[in-house]
Nanobody, 116 residues
Framework: QVQLAESGGGLVQAGGSLRISCVVS?????????LAWYRQALGKQRELVAG???????TYEDFVKGRFTISRDNAKKTLYLQMSSLKPEDTAVYSC?????????WGQGTQVTVSS
């Protein structure tokens, strides 16, 4: 069984920075799995933010390019999202995804709130 636990969310002012983490535990092959961050704002559908392959290739949605950086530490089985130049519209619950459908797992999410 695989478990994911996000942390690091909080309240930050517009223009500020925050780093969130996702620790993966259980019977995993972490270094062989693709990972991703998603977010869901209140009343909106969940959307992809950024992804990182097992080989370290990163992709970003246009709305975070140049502001967010996704990274992974295979030894710590941890996924990170460094967020800078935050905007009020970045306010959402951020969740990590381990693996790819149909063999994917999700965390509960961490709330990020950006005040104007």
């Amino acid at each position: 069984q695989v478990q994911l636990a996000e942390s690091g969310g909080g309240l930050v002012q517009a223009g500020g920075s925050l780093r969130i983490s996702c620790v993966v535990s259980g019977n995993t092959l972490f270094s062989y799995r693709d990972l991703a961050w998603y977010r869901q704002a209140l009343g909106k559908q969940r959307e992809l933010v950024a992804g990182i392959t097992s080989g370290g290739t990163t992709t970003y949605e246009d709305f975070v390019k140049g502001r967010f950086t996704i990274s992974r530490d295979n030894a710590k089985k941890t996924l990170y999202l460094q967020m800078s130049s935050l905007k009020p519209e970045d306010t959402a619950v951020y969740s990590c995804r381990y693996g790819t459908p149909p063999y994917d797992y999700w965390g509960q999410g961490t709330q990020v709130t950006v005040s104007s």
